[in-house]
């Protein structure tokens, strides 16, 4: 049973900093592309932030410079650490596993995260 659960998310003020926390039961993140994704109310679900199973990265430009995503395989979570927060950020963050090659697609619940003063 494969399991993603997700924290961290909360309220903050602009120019504050969250770090989202994504751990894995049931399959293993560095053998997978891990995403975190987010969507606003009324909005599309948009790809933030990526990590490949070579660590490396790819963002989105309205986040590049800001967040960052990050693996720690021993613990088997994936991390995006969110710095300079706007309210434009706020949105409800989904972590995302899969490979490219099989056919799982797997999601958390949802974390949501609200940057407001």
């Known amino acids: 049973q494969v399991r993603l659960v997700e924290s961290g998310g909360g309220l903050v003020q602009p120019g504050e900093s969250l770090r989202l926390s994504c751990a894995a039961s049931?399959?293993?993140?560095?053998?997978?592309?891990v995403g975190w994704y987010r969507q606003a109310p009324g909005k599309e679900r948009e790809l933030v932030a990526l990590?490949?199973?070579?660590?490396?990265?790819n963002y989105a430009d309205s986040v590049k410079g800001r967040f960052t995503i990050s693996r720690d395989n021993a613990k088997n979570t994936v991390y995006l650490q969110m710095n300079s927060l706007k309210p434009e950020d706020t949105a409800v963050y989904y972590c995302?596993?899969?490979?490219?090659?099989?056919?799982?697609?797997?999601w958390g619940q949802g974390t949501q995260v609200t940057v407001s003063s």
């Open positions: 049931g399959i293993i993140f560095s053998n997978n592309i």
């Open positions: 995302n596993v899969k490979s490219p090659y099989n056919s799982y697609n797997y």
């Open positions: 990590i490949r199973m070579t660590q490396s990265t």
